[in-house]
């Protein structure tokens, strides 16, 4: 059974930084490409960072372009984010995703397997 869980969410402060990281089990980890999806209250879950396989490719939504950072560990099984800058409109709870089936990365219903979501809350 696959099993993707998040951490390192929390209160942080406008301007501060924060790093994510999902752990997984129950896949093999290195023949999958993954993602980091967010929500918030009352918005649609859109895409926030993509990593290929071989962690060679990588994509960001707009809005964390330049002020964020996705890695994997395939040894270790982990996905991380790093995301500094943060404004109030990063406040979401993110959420990691595998199991990409092809097409648009930020597309969310193209994910098979899914955490239970991180809550990010930025403080004005």
């Known amino acids: 059974q696959v099993h993707l869980v998040e951490s390192g969410g929390g209160l942080v402060q406008a301007g501060g930084s924060l790093r994510l990281s999902c752990t997984t089990s129950?896949?093999?980890?290195?023949?999958?490409?993954l993602a980091w999806f967010r929500q918030a209250p009352g918005k649609e879950r859109e895409g926030v960072s993509f990593?290929?396989?071989?962690?060679?490719?990588?994509m960001y939504a707009d809005s964390v372009k330049g002020r964020s950072t996705i890695s994997r560990d395939n040894a270790k099984k982990t996905l991380f984010l790093e995301i500094s800058s943060l404004k109030h409109e990063d406040t979401a709870v993110y959420y990691c995703?595998?199991?990409?089936?092809?097409?648009?990365?930020?597309?969310?219903?193209?994910?098979?397997?899914w955490g239970q979501g991180t809550q990010v809350t930025v403080s004005s």
């Open positions: 995703a595998a199991g990409f089936s092809g097409g648009q990365w930020y597309e969310s219903g193209l994910y098979h397997y």
């Open positions: 129950g896949l093999t980890f290195d023949t999958y490409s």
């Open positions: 990593i290929s396989v071989n962690g060679l490719l990588t």
